[in-house]
């Protein structure tokens, strides 16, 4: 009999361990509202474009070419180089509780600012040539990022028994999907005299001011991780506040190909049989924020 009580005083005590950790333990639902900010961004462009003695909508007869528009070109390439941002952040957490460890499933949206405008960095040859020729302006701008993410996160909670206030840290993984308001604009030389592609003076004149432009809202999904850390603050039993500041990486963003606005102010075409598609491609996405929660237990 003394053994039994003995083994059911040992199985209440731990019970009862378990459950003094925190106030309160099981399912909860968390929502929050934050600032954040993004470190410099690196943005990678290329498309699939002729040359421009190529285009048979600037060159129909392709005179002064030889046999330089035999075979398609590589891919023409440039990088921009963008400072960082700041936004806003947005979520939205339901989980389960066991005291010290939780988990939990977590959506959140933000919205970087980025607001820069920045000249472009020319990579390959083709493109090259055609800023000494004909080039006088070539920049970059990006707007605002704009993503929605979805991840699993486990946390591990400190603090003494029964105390009001519980740090914890943590970590996840989930999948965002972005979008990217972005803008490209190369504008050729207004004087045909300081046109170089051509030797015909009419050709020369065609080519004078015109523009390719891309101009559009990018999007790309991508898989993402994250790491954690905060503490709550229990106003009463089923309620609590908090601090939590997210460090995230969601990996590169990687758009869909994207005719231009405008290649060479006319349709994204040369007159040849494919459409001309720029894509762009970023280096890790990533960001830090610090955010105010507030949780209930049900």
């Not at 968390?30 to 600037?58: F, R």
């Not at 060479?264 to 762009?280: F, P």
Request: some cysteine; charged content about 25%; proline content about 5%.
């Amino acid at each position: 009999m003394q053994q039994r009580l003995g083994f059911a005083t040992l199985v209440m005590a731990l019970v009862g361990s378990v459950h003094d950790t925190k106030a309160q333990t099981g399912p909860y639902i968390e929502v929050g509202l934050g600032l954040g900010l993004a470190p410099p961004l690196t943005a990678q462009g290329s498309d699939n474009d002729w040359g421009t003695k190529c285009d048979l909508i600037i060159n129909p007869s392709l005179a002064e070419v030889g046999n330089e528009c035999d075979t398609a070109p590589p891919q023409t390439s440039w990088t921009n180089e963008f400072d960082g941002g700041s936004g806003t952040e947005a979520g939205l957490a339901i989980g389960y509780d066991w005291g010290s460890i939780r988990l939990e499933g977590e959506y959140f949206h933000r919205v970087t600012a980025y607001d820069s405008r920045v000249p472009i960095n020319i990579l390959d040859d083709v493109t090259l040539d055609k800023r000494e020729q004909e080039i006088d302006l070539a920049e970059g701008m990006l707007d605002d990022l704009r993503s929605q993410s979805l991840f699993v996160n486990l946390y591990h909670d400190f603090g003494p028994a029964k105390s009001s206030w519980s740090p914890y840290v943590g970590g996840g993984l989930g999948v965002e999907r972005a979008r990217l308001d972005y803008g490209t604009v190369w504008k050729r030389n207004d004087d045909p005299e300081r046109i170089a592609t051509f030797v015909d003076p009419l050709l020369r004149a065609k080519v004078a001011g015109t523009t390719t432009i891309g101009d559009a809202r990018l999007s790309s999904v991508s898989i993402g991780y994250q790491v954690l850390g905060g503490v709550d603050y229990r106003l009463r039993d089923p309620v609590a506040v908090g601090v939590k500041f997210r460090w995230a990486n969601s990996g590169r963003f990687v758009s869909e190909p994207t005719p231009w606005n405008q290649l060479r102010s006319h349709e994204s075409s040369v007159g040849r049989d494919d459409t001309i598609l720029y894509q762009l491609t970023t280096d890790d996405n990533r960001f830090w924020s610090v955010s105010l929660r507030l949780k209930f237990w049900f």
